[in-house]
């Protein structure tokens, strides 16, 4: 048997600094409220996956959830102290009009809040995403606009990270149909200059996790002993 030398560089991929600005998670990862329900193979969701309101009362005289059974709490991690954004990666019934089933009660601010507080401090609506095409797609509920739609209600949404760590974050219930598919975090001024489309993009692939070390040691090792057998 020859002795074959085998050049193999191994490339370690560094976690990204700019990626610490764009904080995305799935939103079925949550601790979801009963009267939440997971819905699988939605539209082109990302992970094959959303979140769905069912039971929901539809009583639109308050801008926080009607119980605890409407919330859904999430630990969001933070690498980096900054202020951002909230985006929502949505969809809609099609079945209903354009301005019915597209609504959100969002957490104004970190922590587990009460769900009888109508403080607009504690709990916010966002309403009227309209949404034309059978498909999800991303609002920057912060800035109040998004790639095809504008105008929905809204009070400040933007949140101060002061230290790096984790949060609790929050979202109700308000209106059956809405689809939920991602919320992110992102730094205010991180798409500064960007189109829609490659904001959007970026969030994407902000949902795609990377390789572990240990994953690409793995395949290494996989691929170098393949080079031992065949020589």
Do not use: C
């Not at 959830?65 to 999430?74: D, K, M, R, W």
């Not at 102290?81 to 104004?108: E, K, M, P």
């Not at 059978?134 to 998004?146: L, M, P, Q, T, Y």
């Amino acid at each position: 048997m020859k002795n074959i030398p085998i050049n193999l560089t191994i490339f370690f991929t560094l976690p990204s600094l700019a990626g610490a600005a764009i904080v995305s998670f799935e939103a079925e990862s949550g601790s979801l409220g009963s009267a939440f329900t997971i819905e699988n193979g939605a539209l082109n969701a990302s992970g094959d996956a959303a979140i769905v309101p069912i039971d929901i009362n539809d009583d639109f005289t308050t801008d926080q959830p009607t119980s605890a059974a409407h919330v859904v709490t999430y630990n969001v991690t933070f690498d980096t102290a900054d202020t951002y954004d909230l985006w929502f990666r949505v969809g809609t019934d099609r079945g209903s009009a354009i301005n019915s089933q597209d609504s959100v009660f969002t957490a104004a601010r970190f922590g587990v809040i009460d769900t009888t507080s109508d403080s607009p401090a504690d709990w916010t609506s966002m309403n009227r995403f309209r949404i034309t095409q059978d498909e999800f797609i991303w609002f920057n509920v912060s800035a109040g606009d998004a790639p095809t739609s504008s105008g929905y209600n809204r009070n400040s949404t933007t949140f101060n990270v002061a230290a790096a760590g984790d949060q609790t974050w929050q979202l109700g219930g308000r209106e059956e149909n809405f689809r939920i598919d991602a919320i992110a975090f992102v730094s205010t001024n991180e798409f500064d200059g960007l189109t829609a489309l490659e904001a959007t993009s970026r969030l994407d692939a902000s949902l795609i996790p990377e390789p572990s070390s240990t994953m690409l040691l793995g395949l290494v090792s996989i691929a170098l002993l393949g080079r031992r057998r065949r020589a």
